[in-house]
Nanobody, 127 residues
Framework: VQLQASGGGLAQAGGSLRLSCVVSGFTLDRYAIGWFRQAPGREREGVSCITGSGASTYYADSVKGRFTISRDIAKNTMYLQMNSLKAEDTAVYYC?????????????????????WGQGTQVTVSS
């Protein structure tokens, strides 16, 4: 199982970035997968996650209306479209998958539920 995140970089406040996470060893339509972020001195937090069926999604309150999670099953790729970026979005972003157990919808954004992680990609937003 591998997850490879990319697409981070430097953006101005109000700008946009799109993160990608290419996965291998499993299929996106069977397991929950999501994006997490960790800013310096802070705990890793859930940003946006989606169930294997795609029927349910989670968004942190701080990104609702600005970020959109999506998947391309055929390409084994998950995306995070980030619009209206703010300085407080600056963090290392990680993609993760929950392969070992099923996740209740109420736990979709909890990092403890995810057991496979990709390397991070840095997102820096200048104000």
């Amino acid at each position: 199982v591998q997850l490879q995140a990319s697409g981070g970089g430097l953006a101005q406040a109000g700008g946009s970035l799109r993160l990608s996470c290419v996965v291998s060893g499993f299929t996106l339509d069977r397991y929950a997968i999501g994006w997490f972020r960790q800013a310096p001195g802070r705990e890793r937090e859930g940003v946006s996650c989606i169930t294997g069926s795609g029927a349910s999604t989670y968004y942190a309150d701080s990104v609702k209306g600005r970020f959109t999670i999506s998947r391309d099953i055929a390409k084994n790729t998950m995306y995070l479209q980030m619009n209206s970026l703010k300085a407080e979005d600056t963090a290392v972003y990680y993609c993760a998958a929950a392969l070992s157990v099923g996740i209740n919808y109420s736990d979709l954004g909890l990092r403890e539920e995810y057991d496979y992680w990709g390397q991070g990609t840095q997102v820096t937003v200048s104000s």
